[in-house]
Nanobody, 123 residues
Framework: AGQLAESGGGSVEAGGSLALSCAAS?????MGWFRQAPGKEREGVAV????????YYSESVKGRFTISRDTPKDTIHLQMNSLKPEDSAMYYC???????????????????WGQGIQVTVSS
């Protein structure tokens, strides 16, 4: 339990689209995507509460990214549209057993992390 398998990502020109998927072994209260660019802190991008379906988006991606889940609730997807060069980063899937405070971007609330997948957007 607790393994996260990420897929997708890659390289695209600005304005293009990419998708990420994360398959989890086990059931989690919430799952989401974080990203980390070189020299920057890891930041929460999008999170979904697997039971209620409540979603969180950072201001920088709101309206462009969509997080969704498959039922059974063990796979999440991140559809990224209208990509910008500043979206370039290593993206990490994360899963939380018990959740935490809102907004759900506190790294310490997440129990499992994927290995990371690169997203590169060229201008």
């Amino acid at each position: 339990a607790g393994q996260l398998a990420e897929s997708g990502g890659g390289s695209v020109e600005a304005g293009g689209s990419l998708a990420l998927s994360c398959a989890a072994s086990g059931n989690f209260y919430m799952m989401g995507w974080f990203r980390q660019a070189p020299g920057k802190e890891r930041e929460g991008v999008a999170v979904i509460y697997t039971g209620l379906g409540t979603r969180y988006y950072s201001e920088s991606v709101k309206g462009r990214f969509t997080i969704s889940r498959d039922t059974p609730k063990d796979t999440i997807h991140l559809q990224m549209n209208s990509l910008k060069p500043e979206d370039s980063a290593m993206y990490y899937c994360a899963a939380s057993i018990n959740g935490g405070a809102w907004p759900p971007v506190d790294l310490s609330d997440y129990d499992y992390w994927g290995q990371g997948i690169q997203v590169t957007v060229s201008s």
